[in-house]
Nanobody, 126 residues
């Protein structure tokens, strides 16, 4: 069993920054992929960033490369998403997700993830 809690969302102006956090209650994260996905009003859920817990390999959507950074805290079992240079197009509900035994090339596929957090709202004003 894995439980995820996302937090850190809020309202910021374009060009600002936010840091999202995801706390995982899993007994082990060995072999897991942990990712961030977002869903904007009227749009389907899309991939943002992900990492392999054990090795720390990361993957980013083209739309956020150079602006967002995903990282992990092994001791606290948390995943963070540092979001810089935010744009109005980044406005969405952001979800933390987990998938056991996932390969690197599949990290960006939301349909493969088994566990999802409740989401946290990020609003970027122009």
């Amino acid at each position: 069993q894995v439980q995820l809690q996302a937090s850190g969302g809020g309202l910021v102006q374009a060009g600002g920054s936010l840091r999202l956090s995801c706390a995982a209650s899993a007994r082990t994260l060995t072999g897991f992929g942990l990712g961030w996905f977002r869903q904007a009003p009227g749009k389907e859920r899309e991939f943002v960033a992900a990492l392999k817990w054990s090795g720390g390999q990361t993957l980013y959507a083209d739309s956020v490369k150079g602006r967002f950074t995903i990282s992990r805290d092994n001791a606290k079992r948390m995943v963070h998403l540092q979001m810089n240079s935010l744009e109005p197009e980044d406005t969405a509900v952001y979800y933390c997700a987990a998938k056991p035994r996932i390969i690197y090339s599949s990290l960006g596929m939301p349909s493969l993830y088994d566990y999802w957090g409740q989401g946290t709202l990020v609003t970027v004003s122009s």
